[in-house]
């Protein structure tokens, strides 16, 4: 079975950290550019970080950029989003998105965790 499932949310003071964790079973997910979004209530759905590809660079959001780290552990097919200094503004459902695309002429389909909530608050 096809799927992501993402893991690492909850309360967390300003100035904290949080990693966010996102499992692929039934994919490799190093083959994809992997990515991860937030949606803040009433708020259309935002880039945070992703993977270039191919190249497998790192690529941030100004907003996170310096705070958060993406990192990927092929072995265990999980990627992370370390989170530090969060701010009240971070509030959101964390989703984790492997895009699809196209090698040659061969398509492979793209897949969305159902997301972990992060609350920023003292």
């Known amino acids: 079975q096809v799927q992501l499932v993402e893991s690492g949310g909850g309360l967390v003071q300003p100035g904290g950290s949080l990693r966010l964790s996102c499992a692929a079973s039934?994919?490799?997910?190093?083959?994809?550019?992997m990515t991860w979004y937030r949606q803040a209530p009433g708020k259309e759905r935002e880039y945070v970080a992703s993977?270039?590809?191919?190249?497998?660079?790192?690529v941030y959001a100004d907003s996170v950029k310096g705070r958060f780290t993406i990192s990927r552990d092929n072995f265990k097919n999980t990627v992370y989003l370390q989170m530090n200094s969060l701010k009240p503004e971070d509030t959101a459902v964390y989703l984790c998105?492997?895009?699809?695309?196209?090698?040659?002429?061969?398509?492979?389909?793209?897949?969305w965790g159902q997301g972990t909530q992060v609350t920023v608050s003292s």
């Open positions: 998105n492997a895009p699809s695309y196209c090698s040659g002429s061969v398509c492979y389909a793209g897949y």
């Open positions: 039934g994919f490799t997910l190093s083959s994809y550019g």
């Open positions: 993977f270039t590809r191919p190249g497998g660079g790192t």
